[in-house]
């Protein structure tokens, strides 16, 4: 250690007066080789009589004074030190040695040196106090100075703050003796560090100093401020915003707002689809007899309550009837209605951004709670398609009216198992006027029936359809049920050769997102998929049956999977690409001009549906429960491949998630599963690794199946006390049907507050989610009614926050999101408002929208 400092003080000595070759070169220094011998057999280190003097402010680590010098040294030249102790180098003291060290008093000096204090300080003990440490730090000063450290100043002030109060200094930029050192920064100099760190013997050097003495600063203290800068240290930049998350959680939320409102803009028509106008002779009201095969059989629903976080009340048992619903609560403003049956589609229908209307949902439900179909053959009968009318739903303010039945669509298709709407281009206003018998449009709807076929209705306004029944003078009943004539029905097959159903069942269908929203795809039972252009004018493609009918069949199939296809979904910014989940536990993405090869293909579990979201390049799978690795069954991201990101497992869940939802406005997806959750999920940016980020998931409500108490269900007494008896004598038998299901159990929603996200983790709905996600169970000998099957997001900017949400029991719910809301969007929303409405009153009334006649002069009439 001593060396290497005394080879960098030959470089810099001038600067220090300390001597070096170069000043001894003019000099030739003197030995007496006598007393050199002498040096050398008593092991000591020779010092001139000057270097003894200075020997209290120029101390080198490495080193220790000498108590006595031998006589017969030339005490005039310094090198003797030096060759000295580069022959013999230094040696460590004996406990013996230290004991034979004789005080000498120090005499004033005989020559005047800048480096020296004019007089020398004693110890208590008589001892010189050792001047060492400051030299060497006053010469790395200024070593620090010549290779560009900081300001003179700054290191001068830390320098007499080091020499008034040590230990301050050591708590503000040193670390104790003895602490490990860190890693050198990188823009410090690897070699500076080593030469200048403290060895072994600066440490044998602290063990000789008395308690009296000065303390020792370390060379790390300055090594550490001599560095020309160091980083900040990093700081926690987050913030909670009024809803109690973060910014940072945040941020993806108000990208993806005005990304959305910017892409719809761009990608969606304002108009399409002009033929498909509805007419009211298309449209024959059936009477309440006719009516009654097509409603579904049950007519009150099973018993429920509700448990709000943060409201108490008494448990209260409650059911509703057929159709009915409850309004909407004064302070978590969710809303319940039964619909009859099992639900198993779920649909909002689409509106214009600031249309600030009512929304309304198309939904469709089973006839019987036990009812049970075969996927691998087709049948028909007579259902019920519902048209809903949720409220008008804002996202700051609870909605005035509850939800009610609008009307129903009366088909003998048979079941329908997935349901549709066109995504733009085909709303208008209620108060558009139009020539008699045409109406003003709500929206296209299309609907996969169990006949292997697909359905486009074109659906009014409840309001104009409710114009025209009081204009036919019919008495008036509620719900309104309706038998009307498709505008178009899609086939397999082709005009010269009959498919007759080959294909199987479709359960799998999408509409294509971006303009011209003329493509609509489907997958069937076979692994089939069929594209079909709505707007085609051939005549091998569009034909007209003989009961008026227009047929459309697909023009191009291809085989995506070897068995059923589970579900399928368009990419939300281009019309080439498709994604298709099948029974093979297959997920692949097509480009539809080259379906010879899938793009990628991967390979997991069962998925029941699958979604693409609108600005990430990967898709988000549903999963069941069973092909799944133990633990990891939830919801999971794939990338396309495009940038490369392994899959990230979004959503842990126990029980199989039956749907999957995402808004494309906040960049949340929402989930249900058998067990009864419904929970959202916040998605971080997935243009980059998400692995390292946060997984923010929140539960809207939860679903319990809990055994009725004796004399608490409302009923017959005498036959709850039968039921009471009957459950005692074999306690483990579970009811395997809907009536023996409700008959011991009630449903039990546990709500959390979702206007405020404040610490989350401490609420008790919360802990619950987290400790059930991967340790719960679930009974397969059940009947599952609290099973939630379908959950969706509402698409339109008006009410990107609102949640609909049903299952087993018929129950379907409607929650709002109120903490997913902030300033900058609800901004951007009134802008969009006051757009659509300055757009519309500009206009006249008669101008407001074209009507175009329903021509069928393009289509052939088939015998």
């Known amino acids: 250690m001593a060396a290497a400092a005394l080879k960098l003080g030959e470089q810099k000595g001038e600067k220090m007066g300390l001597p070096c070759e170069k000043d001894t070169d003019d000099q030739p220094a003197q030995i007496n080789h006598e007393s050199k011998g002498a040096a050398q057999d008593s092991g000591e280190v020779l010092d001139s009589s000057e270097s003894q003097k200075m020997e209290p402010e120029m101390q080198i680590p490495g080193q220790t004074p000498s108590s006595k010098g031998p006589p017969g040294v030339d005490h005039e030249n310094p090198l003797n030190t030096e060759e000295t102790q580069k022959k ?184 399409v689809f002009p033929e498909w106008i509805p007419s009211a002779k298309d449209w024959h009201f059936l009477s309440k007899s006719e009516a009654e095969k097509y409603l579904p059989q049950e007519k009150e629903s099973a018993s429920f309550t509700f448990t709000r976080e943060s409201i108490k009340g008494q448990i209260k048992l409650q059911t509703v009837k057929r159709f009915e619903s409850l309004p909407h609560h004064s302070e978590r403003w969710d809303a319940l209605f039964f619909v009859g049956g099992p639900v198993r589609s779920l649909e909002w229908c689409p509106c214009p951004d600031g249309a600030a209307k009512r929304q309304y949902a198309a939904i469709y439900c089973h006839k019987g709670m036990d009812d049970e179909h075969k996927i691998n053959k087709l049948h028909t009968g007579p259902v019920l398609l519902q048209l809903w009318d949720i409220g008008d739903l804002q996202c700051k303010s609870r909605p005035s009216t509850a939800p009610h039945l609008a009307y129903a669509l009366a088909i003998d298709d048979g079941c329908i198992w997935n349901i549709r709407w066109c995504p733009a281009g085909v709303w208008e206003l209620p108060s558009t006027s139009r020539t008699a018998p045409q109406m003003p449009r709500l929206g296209l709807l299309a609907a996969a029936f169990s006949n292997g076929t697909i359905g486009v209705y074109s659906l009014p306004h409840p309001e104009a359809l409710a114009a025209h029944h009081q204009n036919k003078g019919e008495t008036s009943q509620a719900p309104l049920i309706c038998r009307v004539k498709k505008v178009l029905t899609l086939k397999m097959g082709s005009n010269q050769a009959d498919h007759k159903g080959q294909s199987g069942l479709c359960f ?95 390979k997991r579990c069962l998925s029941p549906e699958v979604y693409w979201p ?55 997806f929402a989930i249900v599963d058998n067990g009864g959750d419904c929970l959202f999920s916040l998605l971080p940016d997935m243009d980059k690794d998400p692995s390292t980020v946060k997984r923010r998931r929140y539960s809207v409500y939860r679903t319990d199946m809990v055994q009725f108490q004796p004399g608490q269900r409302l009923g017959d007494k005498e036959q709850e006390e039968e039921e009471v008896e009957n459950a005692a004598s074999n306690p483990r038998k579970e009811p395997l049907s809907y009536k023996g299901a409700i008959r011991k159990y009630y449903l039990h929603f546990h709500d959390l507050d979702l206007g405020n996200f404040a610490k989350s983790e401490n609420r008790a709905m919360m802990k619950h989610l987290h400790q059930h996600e991967l340790k719960g169970f679930a009974k397969v000998d059940q009947m599952p009614l609290s099973a939630l099957y379908k959950v969706r997001f509402n698409p339109n900017m008006d009410a990107y926050n609102w949640i ?52 069928t002069a393009d289509t052939v009439q088939v015998h």
């Open 88 to 271: 013999q180098g230094p040696k460590a003291k004996t406990p013996a040695k230290r004991r034979r060290k004789e005080i000498i008093p120090q005499t004033p000096p005989q020559c005047d040196i800048s480096a020296v204090s004019d007089t020398s300080e004693l110890t208590s003990s008589g001892r010189p106090k050792r001047r060492a440490a400051k030299v060497a730090l006053d010469y790395l000063h200024n070593l620090a100075k010549d290779l560009g450290a900081p300001s003179k100043s700054s290191i001068k002030e830390t320098s007499k703050s080091g020499e008034a109060d040590g230990t301050d200094q050591k708590k503000k930029t040193a670390r104790g003796r003895g602490t490990k050192r860190k890693t050198p920064d990188y823009e410090s100099d690897p070699d500076d560090d080593e030469d200048f760190s403290p060895g072994k013997d600066e440490e044998a050097e602290s063990e000789d100093e008395d308690e009296d003495s000065e303390p020792d600063f370390s060379l790390n203290i300055e090594r550490r401020l001599s560095r020309p800068s160091s980083k900040p240290p990093r700081g926690n930049y987050q913030c909670l915003i009024p809803n109690g998350l973060a910014n940072n959680a945040m941020q993806p939320v108000w990208n993806c707002f005005s990304r959305t409102k910017k892409f719809r803009d761009e990608n969606f028509s304002p108009w």
């Open 804 to 855: 609909l949400s049903g299952g087993q029991s018929g129950l379907v719910r409607v929650n709002c999101a109120r903490g997913l809301s902030c300033s900058v969007m609800l901004k951007q929303l009134c802008e969009a408002q006051a757009q659509f409405s300055a757009m519309f009153q500009s206009q006249e009334p008669n101008d407001s929208a074209t009507a175009v006649r329903h021509s």
């Open 508 to 602: 799998a269908m999408d509409w294509l997102h971006v303009k011209p929203h003329n493509l609509l795809a489907a997958g069937f039972y076979d692994g089939l998929v069929g594209l079909w252009d709505l707007v085609s004018k051939s005549t091998l493609l569009k034909v007209k049956s003989p009961d008026g009918g227009v047929y459309l069949y697909p023009y191009h199939c291809f085989y995506a999977h070897d068995e059923n296809i589970r579900t399928l979904c368009w990419c939300k910014a281009s019309s080439n690409l498709l994604v298709t989940v099948g029974d093979d536990r297959m997920a692949k993405m097509w480009d539809v001009r080259k379906t010879y090869m899938p793009l990628l293909a991967v």
């Open 614 to 668: 609108l600005f990430w390049s990967g898709i988000l799978m549903a999963q069941e429960c069973c092909f799944t690795t133990f633990g990891q069954h939830g919801v999971h991201y794939f990338n396309s491949g495009y940038l490369g990101i392994k899959p990230y497992f979004v959503c842990p869940r126990k029980a199989t998630i039956w749907s999957l939802s995402m808004s494309d406005w906040i960049n949340t």
